[in-house]
């Protein structure tokens, strides 16, 4: 438990003892984590299939964005595989990225986060939403899928409408996971090839001090209404 999660705990507990005020406390809490959050997206939804199709690699693929105040705690990754993609339940990688220097590239960014998952599919390519152990992000940040994809497979979903300047590759030999990003084989911006948008986004959700903010402010107000 980090110290802001055990600032929030140890505040709870107080607050508790007074059952009234820690019914409003925690409605309030609650109100804010389901109406409270923001997708990262760098594509609209315009998507097309696509492959690897003149070798077999293994692949890290997402996009990079900037922290929005309030939303610097990452929950989940939506992810969109491509329609014919034949895998479902090959393992998977939900990687986020935290990038110390904030200029766009990902190549030099550390790894904070990482969770085993399965590929899932939509009926029509729309993005799946995978559960992540939450982490704070600050500044410029990366969010990737890392898995083994074969020659003429089709796995991607990407939008061609956008140029893809956000949207990064990374490919290794397959069965060898690279998550160093600058130590893998093949390092590449899709604006820099006429690639689009991978559909890779991120979920932002407020983080523990700013729940406890939100949630005090409900409580305060709650008991001036009661006086």
Request: glycine share 12%.
């Amino acid at each position: 438990m980090g110290k802001e999660r055990r600032e929030l705990h140890v505040f709870i507990n107080g607050l508790c003892r007074d059952v009234s005020l820690c019914t409003l406390f925690m409605f309030g809490v609650s109100a804010t984590t389901s109406a409270q959050s923001f997708t990262y997206a760098a594509e609209d939804g315009g998507n097309t299939d696509s492959s690897l199709s003149q070798f077999d690699a293994n692949s890290t693929w997402g996009n990079y964005f900037f922290a929005q105040p309030g939303f610097e705690t990452i929950s989940a990754l939506q992810v969109a595989f491509a329609v014919d993609f034949a895998a479902t339940g090959r393992a998977i990688e939900l990687l986020v990225y935290d990038d110390l220097d904030n200029d766009g590239d990902p190549s030099n960014a550390v790894l904070v986060s990482q969770t085993s998952s399965v590929a899932e599919l939509t009926p029509n390519g729309d993005p799946f939403e995978y559960a992540i152990d939450e982490v704070s992000v600050s500044g410029g940040f990366f969010v990737a899928i890392n898995m083994d994809a074969f020659q003429g497979e089709q796995v991607f979903r990407q939008d061609f409408f956008e140029l893809g300047d956000s949207s990064w590759t990374f490919y290794d030999t397959v069965g060898t996971p690279q998550l160093d990003l600058g130590a893998a084989q093949f390092i590449g911006n899709n604006a820099d090839f006429g690639l689009g948008t991978w559909v890779v986004r991120a979920v932002g959700v407020p983080g523990p001090s700013a729940l406890a903010m939100l949630a005090i402010g409900g409580v305060i107000g709650g008991a001036r209404r009661r006086r």
